[in-house]
């Protein structure tokens, strides 16, 4: 069988960047992970709370984290940063709040900037949650599929496969179904792949969602 790999753990240093850029000693490194976590949990959770996108597409593409002694840096890459930036400094300054409690952190400053992405149709986090809300409404997986593969068609990709496990339309056996339009060179590593894994919960069970976008070759 074929060895299955994380294709962004895979790329790491050459088409891929890290999402948390910090320095621990070996014994601190565990309190590191966990505080990351908690910010990224807390931000989504904020996000999905506040969301007025009638879509249901919460949009955040990644969030990256750089800390210095004194300081954390948060960036959040968001597809559609409407809600947040209407009330910018209030909704910003709740947010900071919010996550400052959560890692009860008052002798660090935490810094939080929004940025903006281009194409967030070329995010597969974007897509999963596309997908994910059309499931939530009964929509059949293959319609959701095919529509996910349009969107990223205007977005000048070279290749996107999408794979959705579970329960499908609920039937009493899971499997798992996937479709591919154009290249995914997943063992190239100068192919800039983007990829996530989502779990969407619906009425017949949690089913998982696999992107793979092949964006561009370096």
């Given at each position: 069988?074929?060895?299955?790999?994380?294709?962004?753990?895979?790329?790491?240093?050459?088409?891929?960047?890290?999402?948390?850029?910090?320095?621990?000693?070996?014994?601190?490194?565990?309190?590191?992970?966990?505080?990351?976590?908690?910010?990224?949990?807390?931000?989504?959770?904020?996000?999905?709370?506040n969301m007025k996108i009638s879509s249901g597409v919460e949009g955040i593409g990644h969030i990256e984290i750089q800390k210095r002694?004194?300081?954390?840096?948060?960036?959040?890459?968001?597809?559609?940063?409407?809600?947040?930036?209407?009330?910018?400094?209030?909704?910003?300054?709740?947010?900071?709040?919010?996550?400052q409690k959560e890692l009860n952190c008052m002798n660090r400053k935490l810094n939080i900037s929004i940025t903006r992405i281009e194409?967030?149709?070329?995010?597969?986090?974007?897509?999963?949650?596309?997908?994910?809300?059309?499931?939530?409404?009964?929509?059949?997986?293959?319609?959701?599929?095919?529509?996910?593969?349009?969107?990223?068609?205007?977005?000048?990709?070279?290749?996107?496969?999408?794979?959705?496990?579970?329960?499908?339309?609920?039937?009493?056996?899971?499997?798992?179904?996937?479709?591919?339009?154009?290249?995914?060179?997943?063992?190239?590593?100068?192919?800039?792949?983007?990829?996530?894994?989502?779990?969407?919960?619906?009425?017949?069970?949690?089913?998982?969602?696999?992107?793979?976008?092949?964006?561009?070759?370096?």
């Open positions: 069988m074929g060895q299955k790999i994380n294709p962004l753990g895979f790329r790491l240093g050459t088409t891929q960047d890290h999402y948390s850029i910090w320095f621990a000693q070996p014994k601190n490194f565990f309190e590191g992970l966990q505080e990351d976590q908690k910010i990224r949990n807390c931000i989504k959770n904020y996000v999905q709370k002694i004194d300081v954390i840096q948060v960036i959040i890459y968001l597809g559609f940063p409407k809600f947040l930036t209407e009330g910018k400094p209030k909704r910003i300054k709740e947010l900071q709040i919010n996550v194409n967030p149709y070329m995010h597969p986090n974007v897509l999963a949650e596309f997908i994910a809300g059309q499931l939530k409404n009964r929509v059949s997986f293959r319609k959701a599929m095919k529509k996910a593969i349009e969107l990223t068609e205007q977005s000048n990709t070279k290749g996107i496969q999408v794979q959705i496990a579970g329960r499908l339309d609920g039937k009493e056996i899971a499997r798992a179904e996937w479709v591919r339009e154009g290249r995914v060179p997943l063992q190239t590593l100068r192919a800039k792949i983007n990829y996530c894994s989502y779990t969407v919960r619906t009425i017949y069970g949690v089913l998982g969602i696999k992107i793979w976008i092949f964006v561009d070759e370096e």
